[in-house]
């Protein structure tokens, strides 16, 4: 079975532009999740959603990050606009049932904001 | 509030010197404990999952085990693709917040 796909998986942009990045769930698995990765704070959750439904958008540093599931094979991540501090590791991961199972996490999409 | 610390932050190893990662939590109500071997560009690729004090899981090379405030993942006879990083994680019982700590960077040396 195919694992959680991520797109794309570099994105190199000026300060400023808009950013989305996409995610496929595994199949069946019901819960979504969106994590940042940095040297200095590690990896750290900005949204869950369940059956498509955003349950926690605690992580999300400010308005400038949004998030949507409009089904459940696909999910965008969208930053606007990007600045540099934005640069990082944005992956995407999903579970089954609730969310409280193991976590599946995808290649990620390595994000650099000049 | 849940905290995950993990050590050494580094550690090189010669082929099969075998050794020990360490991961201690603060957490009330643990659910489960998380282990994710990451590679350089790649994403965490799960391992075990603990559920209770005593617990143990192997797979291969690697067995972790947990105690009441933390775990320990041994590595019997590391090889060099034995390298990567090895995050632990924590997920409360009414939560489904993983919370990650900042991982042990393992270098086996042929």
């Known amino acids: 079975d195919a694992g959680v796909i991520q797109s794309p998986r570099h994105e190199v942009t000026e300060m400023g532009q808009e950013v989305t990045l996409r995610c496929k769930p595994i199949?069946?698995?019901?819960?979504l999740f969106w994590y940042r990765q940095t040297m200095m704070r590690g990896l750290e959750l900005l949204i869950y959603?369940?059956?498509?439904?955003?349950?926690?958008d605690s992580g999300m540093p400010e308005d400038r990050f949004s998030a949507k599931m409009p089904n459940a094979s696909f999910s965008t991540l969208k930053i606007q606009p990007s600045e540099p501090r934005d640069s990082a590791v944005y992956f995407c991961?999903?579970?089954?049932?609730?969310?409280?199972?193991?976590?599946?996490f995808g290649p990620g999409t390595r994000l650099l904001v000049l | 509030e849940d905290q995950v610390t993990q050590s050494p932050e580094a550690l090189r190893l010669q082929e099969g010197e075998s050794s020990s990662l360490n991961c201690s939590y603060t957490v009330s109500g643990l659910r489960g404990l998380f282990w994710y071997r990451q590679d350089p560009g790649k994403g965490p690729e799960f391992l075990f999952t603990l559920y209770s004090a005593g617990e143990e899981k192997e797979k291969e090379r690697l067995k972790a085990t947990l105690t009441k405030k933390e775990s320990f993942l041994h590595i019997t006879a590391p090889k060099p693709e034995d390298s990567a990083t090895y995050l632990c994680a924590v997920l409360r019982g009414s939560n489904y917040k993983l919370t990650f700590g900042k991982g042990t960077l393992l270098t086996v040396n042929p």
């Open positions: 991961a999903s579970s089954s049932a609730t969310g409280r199972e193991t976590q599946y």
């Open positions: 199949s069946g698995h019901n819960s």
């Open positions: 959603f369940n059956n498509n439904v955003p349950i926690d």
